[in-house]
């Protein structure tokens, strides 16, 4: 009996091994776009099943199924990006894009597109917290525009068939995305010095040391928390430095049981919240200079579910 990756003469299909290695870049690229890791997996996962629908000799008549696919994952999810914010409407309290563990981190499959190495975003970059912060604030349009361009590389005249726009029209859509990513785009610390912050502010943390939580957190400081309506959370954000580091020590005295772990969370340094081996929370920064100025703290136990996994 052939396995799913032979053929009829039990040679295995490079066609059908082509079309099974698509996976990882869909899923990059379907996160990117998303901001939700069981999303890109659903969206991954309804590709296969239309190409596993069409005849062999529909599919014999694709000439790029990679290109195929991208097409089709890129299409459903300008979909649901379409419908996303009228589901979040009836959201329990702040959404913050689904944080992602160091082993899930997935940074090959990048297309050899001609996009200008200006325009150019890494796909380390484009998983980071807070550049997907930023792409919750574009049109969908916008946001795959964008995506397809900037950070994997295809041209234009490819993502306007995409879209459903004209070559001139998808390149004005990166260029609006662009503008918004500049503004989150000021200097950062050095990656020592990063983890060298988030590590103080755990130890401040577990201290309970609200001084030095507040020496850590700029004056303008947000936090944001998203427990979905199935994790306690602050509904709303919690804005100022001083009004941060009180809560947060208001956590960890309610919670003295609790351990604190560095983590690297979407590719930066981050902290993991556990309870019993079980992780509650996961906190992404984003720092300027020597001071934190925003902290994402995701408590929704659904969006939590690859940090669990044995």
């Known amino acids: 009996m052939s396995t799913e990756l032979e053929?009829?003469?039990?040679?295995?299909d490079p066609a059908l091994s082509s079309i099974v290695g698509e996976r990882r870049r869909l899923i990059n690229l379907a996160y990117r776009l998303l901001g939700s890791l069981a999303d890109a997996e659903d969206v991954v996962q309804e590709t296969y099943a239309r190409w596993y629908a069409m005849s062999?000799?529909?599919?014999?008549?694709v000439q790029s199924p990679g290109g195929w696919m991208t097409t089709v994952a890129s299409r459903i999810c300008l979909n649901l990006l379409g419908s996303a914010r009228a589901r979040r409407e009836h959201y329990v309290g702040e959404w913050v894009p689904e944080p992602l563990p160091a082993p899930t981190e997935w940074t090959s499959g990048q297309s050899g597109g001609t996009a200008d190495p200006a325009d150019r975003i890494t796909l380390d970059e484009s998983i980071n917290m807070a550049f997907l912060v930023v792409l919750e604030s574009m049109t969908p349009a916008e946001r795959v525009a964008f995506i397809l361009h900037d950070v994997f590389g295809y041209p234009f005249t490819d993502v306007a068939e995409i879209v459903g726009r004209?070559?001139?029209?998808?390149?004005?859509?990166?260029?609006?995305?662009?503008r918004r990513i500049r503004t989150w785009q000021t200097p950062t610390s050095s990656s020592a010095r990063y983890a060298g912050i988030v590590r103080d502010f755990k130890q401040a943390w577990e201290a309970k040391d609200i001084d030095a939580l507040i020496g850590l957190l700029d004056p303008g400081a947000t936090s944001i928390g998203d427990g979905g309506g199935l994790a306690s959370a602050a509904l709303r954000p919690i804005e100022g430095g001083a009004q941060i580091a009180r809560a947060y020590a208001d956590v960890a005295r309610a919670?003295?049981?609790?351990?604190?772990?560095?983590?690297?969370?979407?590719?930066?340094?981050?902290?993991?919240?556990?309870?019993?081996?079980?992780t509650v929370a996961v906190l992404a920064f984003h720092i300027t200079g020597d001071r934190i100025t925003h902290i994402w703290a995701v408590r929704n136990p659904e969006k939590l579910r690859p940090w669990n996994k044995s």
């Open 7 to 12: 053929s009829g003469h039990g040679q295995p």
């Open 56 to 61: 062999p000799q529909q599919q014999g008549a």
């Open 166 to 178: 004209t070559p001139a029209a998808c390149r004005q859509l990166a260029s609006s995305a662009r």
């Open 255 to 278: 919670a003295s049981t609790m351990t604190i772990l560095e983590r690297t969370v979407n590719g930066r340094p981050g902290l993991v919240v556990q309870h019993n081996g079980i």
